[in-house]
């Protein structure tokens, strides 16, 4: 038999043992020697400083956060590396040790401010001087709720029309006739890009990129999906149904959705058999960071760009990105204001693009370049920092990306963005599987989403 | 029994069958003291059960009962949250999918485990190192099998179908074609058909040869044998293995997030990939709906109840217990 010391022992410890594993998380520590508060002189915070969200992947990151050691030595930065996860973060919230900073997708962050998870920054641009002037302003108004700031945004990524020449060249497509202005000349370039081979899709000519990019095509249209304050849904105007009933046309015309997913997902994305390397794609909107990927893993695509138009001819395109936010009970707000007007400030940009392209130099890969949402900082990015490449494709790329900038647009900030969201996402879905015609599914996502947004307001 | 004479002279007196017994002192008293080490080495389980299990169970019960987004307090609501759940065609929908796939996934992994478990059991010596290999599978994290069968049931460059293709079958969009999802689904259930062998395996071992014999000897055929000898005798473990396999089917969660609702492209197989939890999880940390999802929630436990007590009512009529009369 053990004797009772030794029974008592095993029995604490293992008491001890459930306790500690309650612990972890992305919660600031709110023990004493954590030092949250952040000192006395707010101009010098000091102390503890939690982020999540947030990942160190490149130098990108690496040099922006090395540059806020640097000028705050007295904080103790501790970034819980990882992309920004719901579940985690509000459970540090509810439980009163939220981190403090949080780094999360714009499109989503006016559903936590709505909800009170997120405090009002216009304290911090005023007494950090954060300069907002040097912000798109369409990316500040995805982080604007009810006249409030609740987060300072970075990186502006914008869709662009990503053509494979070789494609054309074999399907005797001239580049010119390559546009999204004329829809029913979309439909041609589906039926003379597109192959198949062996009764499967060999080539997907116009991969109109649904559900994800239905706001592009209905802005092409002249349509938003919410109203500019965010408070009304307007999924089933007119002209989202047309947009809709389009895109979806040219899925089928390449055979349906389920041929058209399937081959889709058979893609290399990131690999160097992607699907411009390999002749899979004809032409394609996608995010502006996939130069990057193309310019890293095949140079040598045969590849060309072109601006994404509306219907009149226009240049019109959809701007995403993230944006750093100080959730409600943060215990060191200071430094995190202090953390996020360093990391998003125009000087700190550009020296990390500087370590990015001294680092592409190093890999002998190009630099495409950063978009970062300051305005201020891309123009020193891409007048000074970025050389050209020497790859004309990429070159021409970028510059496609940087004229495309000022025609970008933005969801509004929304109390219900996540639901509007998948209503949308359920509509394109139920159309794509067959089930709905544009018009029911729009009508009844219209319906949803609007509950939503009455909800989230009362 | 000793007893000693010259302590009181009243015992002398009596016989010794009359004498009251007198306790054990040494054996009595180390049981004692044992019997007092039971709740100490109970108390982990105890506070394990009554913090993580049953007061989350408490508190979501009453949340389901109250509006709550996690960051505002809670508000009662009353039976509102209940009387959504009544006239919501989605949660009906998820519910709907995931009855079927239990009723497709419990029968098919219950047959396929107990037919590799009687391959193993003739493989003798082999058999350690096959049953090693099946189980193996069991041991991958379920986001990994999630993204593995994500490829290998393509409908244009899938294994699955490429093998299908040799025997002339055109297999079809398994992650796409809204008919054939959860039929895919059951499909990459049974990459962990091996922790449910390993229970079958472990049954037949039990089940006594000399039974086999006799019925062999009576001239019984094998099919004979397997049906009234084999089947009732592992019958414990058939419910065993019914009753926890209905249980995660209904749970279902993982996979089914990692293939369908984990990339931007959510849910693009439409409702068909729509199961109960991911819908529950959905509602809770994506809409910030907690209260709604602890409805949900309750709903599933009572589904999962009243499908267990039917299992267990059931199974009196065809499980054997060994030392039953």
């Known amino acids: 038999m053990l004797s009772t010391t030794r029974a008592l022992g095993v029995a604490g410890s293992t008491l001890l043992a459930l306790v500690l594993t309650g612990c972890g998380g992305v919660g600031g520590d709110d023990s004493p020697a954590a030092g949250g508060g952040g000192g006395d002189d707010p101009a010098k915070p000091s102390g503890r400083l939690t982020t999540s969200g947030f990942g160190l992947g490149d130098e990108i990151a690496t040099t922006r956060v090395d540059a806020f050691k640097e000028a705050y030595p007295d904080v103790q930065l501790k970034v819980n590396e990882g992309a920004f996860d719901p579940q985690p973060f509000l459970s540090a919230v509810a439980s009163g040790n939220p981190p403090d900073a949080v780094y999360m997708d714009r499109e989503v962050l006016g559903t936590y401010a709505a909800r009170g998870a997120l405090q009002p920054l216009d304290d911090c641009v005023d007494e950090s001087g954060i300069a907002l002037d040097d912000f798109r302003q369409p990316a500040l108004d995805q982080v604007t709720l009810d006249d409030a700031l609740y987060g300072v945004p970075e990186f502006y990524d914008i869709r662009t029309l990503l053509i494979n020449t070789k494609a054309l060249d074999e399907a005797g497509v001239d580049i010119d006739q390559v546009t999204t202005e004329d829809w029913d000349r979309l439909s041609t370039l589906q039926e003379d890009l597109t192959e198949e081979s062996g009764g499967k899709l060999s080539r997907l000519g116009v991969d109109p990129k649904l559900p994800e990019f239905l706001p592009l095509w209905a802005k092409a249209n002249g349509a938003d999906l919410v109203s500019e304050d965010g408070r009304t849904a307007q999924l089933d105007d007119p002209k989202v149904v047309e947009a809709l009933e389009m895109t979806t046309g040219l899925i089928e015309d390449a055979g349906g959705w389920g041929k058209v997913k399937a081959f889709r997902d058979g893609w290399d994305f990131f690999g160097e058999k992607n699907q411009f390397a390999s002749d899979q794609v004809g032409v394609v909107p996608l995010e502006d960071w996939y130069l990057g990927v193309l310019a890293d893993v095949s140079p040598d695509v045969p590849l060309a760009t072109k601006p994404f138009v509306g219907r009149d001819g226009e240049p019109v395109t959809f701007a995403t990105g993230n944006a750093w936010a100080i959730p409600k009970g943060a215990k060191n707000p200071g430094a995190a204001c202090a953390f996020i007007k360093t990391l998003t400030d125009k000087d700190t940009w550009v020296e990390a693009a500087k370590a990015k392209a001294a680092a592409a130099e190093k890999d002998k890969t190009p630099y495409t370049g950063t978009f970062t949402g300051n305005e201020a900082a891309d123009e020193v990015i891409f007048g000074e920092v970025l050389d050209p490449s020497g790859n004309q494709a990429i070159d021409d790329a970028v510059q496609v990306v940087l004229d495309e900038q000022d025609s970008a647009f933005t969801t509004p900030a929304s109390p219900a963005a996540s639901e509007i969201k998948d209503a949308w996402f359920e509509a394109v879905n139920q159309v794509l599987a067959g089930k709905a015609s544009p018009q029911e599914a729009l009508s009844a996502a219209q319906d949803k989403a609007q509950a939503a947004i009455d909800k989230a307001a009362e | ?325």
């Open chain 2, 1 to 325: 029994m000793t007893v000693t004479a010259h302590r009181t002279g009243d015992d002398r007196t009596l016989p010794a069958r009359h004498q009251p017994e007198r306790p054990r002192p040494r054996r009595q008293s180390l049981q004692a003291r044992e019997n007092r080490w039971v709740p100490v080495f109970l108390a982990p389980w105890i506070i394990g059960f009554l913090v993580f299990t049953a007061g989350p169970m408490v508190a979501s019960l009453v949340l389901s009962f109250t509006s709550y987004d996690v960051i505002s307090s809670p508000e009662y609501v009353g039976l509102d949250n209940y009387e959504q759940l009544a006239t919501d065609d989605q949660a009906l929908r998820a519910m709907g999918n995931t009855l079927f796939y239990t009723a497709l996934h419990v029968p098919l992994v219950i047959v396929c485990a107990l037919g590799l478990a009687m391959l193993l059991q003739r493989l003798g010596r082999m058999s350690g190192l096959f049953r090693t290999l099946f189980y193996l599978p069991s041991m991958t994290p379920p986001v990994a099998i999630g993204v593995l069968f994500l490829l290998l049931l393509n409908g244009q460059t899938g294994l699955i179908n490429a093998a299908l293709s040799v025997v002339g079958i055109d297999g079809p969009d398994w992650t796409t074609d809204p008919a054939w999802v959860k039929p895919g689904i059951v499909l990459m259930s049974l990459w962990s058909v091996g922790t449910t062998m390993v229970i079958f395996f472990a049954a037949l071992q039990d089940v006594p040869v000399e039974l086999q014999e006799a019925a062999e000897l009576d001239g019984a055929s094998g099919w004979q044998r397997f049906r009234n000898v084999t089947l009732p005798m592992i019958s414990g473990a058939l419910l065993f293995a019914t009753v926890i396999n209905t249980i995660a089917s209904l749970q279902l969660f993982a996979e089914v997030y990692t293939m369908f609702f984990g990339q931007q492209d959510a849910s693009v197989a439409g409702d068909a990939a729509q199961f109960y939890v991911v819908y529950l999880f959905e509602q809770a940390f994506k809409f910030l709906h907690m209260g709604y999802a602890s409805a949900l929630a309750w709903l599933l436990f009572l589904v999962i109840l009243v499908i267990t007590l039917v299992q267990l009512r059931l199974s009196k009529r065809f499980v054997y217990y060994e030392g039953q009369q």
